[in-house]
């Protein structure tokens, strides 16, 4: 099946640095990619919808300046967490496809657990 | 680490029949289960999650699971099918650390 590769799966980085999160489509064209957030206990957050080609459209309470999200192909989206602060450390996952009628079926990426310190 | 299993990647019921999505998943603690949902064009949303406690799990839109340690499943059941039931399902499970997701099904409601 379709596979979405996320990478890296694990960082560490200093507070005030930023991260960059990529996330791909190996096999298929993703003109739309979700990117949500997991705090430990809870549920998924989702964050943002990415839009090649266009401007993402970020979920209520997300700020957009603190979360860059770039869909500048049709197989790659990045997330980059700016000035990062330790409250940024999450596990962060994305995905692909499924958000289209009688479209592919969604499919994850493998997340990427972020640690600021 | 945890996994999760999806029996069926299509699933497809009449309107106003039972809708049962299967889901087992394995973990070395004691999990955290989740399902979601996700309609076309949209992310995905929470229909229902377990923690401790209750092990019969009521979400929205009527849907339900219930957590059987034994048979290490958490199945999604909804009594009647609606036409706006139809989209994705995705059963994840958490070890508090990462989530892990199926590969999903994808429920058809038939007039």
């Known amino acids: 099946g379709a596979v979405v590769s996320q990478h890296p799966s694990r960082v560490i980085c200093k507070s005030g640095t930023s991260v960059k999160i990529e996330c791909r489509s190996l096999?298929?064209?993703?003109?739309?990619m979700f990117w949500y957030r997991q705090f430990p206990k809870q549920s998924l957050m989702l964050m943002a919808t990415?839009?090649?080609?266009?401007?993402?459209?970020?979920e209520q309470g997300v700020e957009k300046d603190k979360f860059l999200i770039n869909h500048a192909s049709l197989t790659l989206s990045t997330l980059t967490v700016t000035s990062a602060h330790p409250e940024d450390s999450s596990f962060y996952i994305c995905?692909?496809?499924?958000?289209?009628?009688?479209?592919?079926?969604?499919?994850f990426g493998q997340g990427t657990r972020l640690t600021v310190v | 680490a945890q996994s999760v299993t999806q029996l069926g990647s299509h699933v497809s019921v009449s309107e106003g029949a039972l809708v049962l999505l299967r889901c087992n998943y394995s973990?070395?603690?004691?999990?955290?289960l989740f399902w979601y949902v996700q309609y076309p064009n949209q992310g995905l949303q929470l229909l229902l999650k377990y923690t401790t406690g209750a092990t019969l799990v009521k979400g929205i839109n009527g849907f339900e699971a219930e957590f059987k340690k034994s048979e290490t499943s958490f199945h999604l059941t909804k009594p009647s099918a609606h036409m706006s039931d139809a989209a994705e399902y995705f059963c994840a499970v958490s070890e508090d650390n990462d989530m892990r997701f199926g590969a999903g099904t994808r429920l058809t409601v038939k007039p």
């Open positions: 096999d298929f064209q993703a003109t739309t």
């Open positions: 973990s070395s603690v004691p999990p955290y």
């Open positions: 995905s692909a496809g499924g958000g289209r009628p009688g479209g592919t079926e969604a499919f």
């Open positions: 990415s839009n090649e080609g266009s401007k993402a459209t970020y």
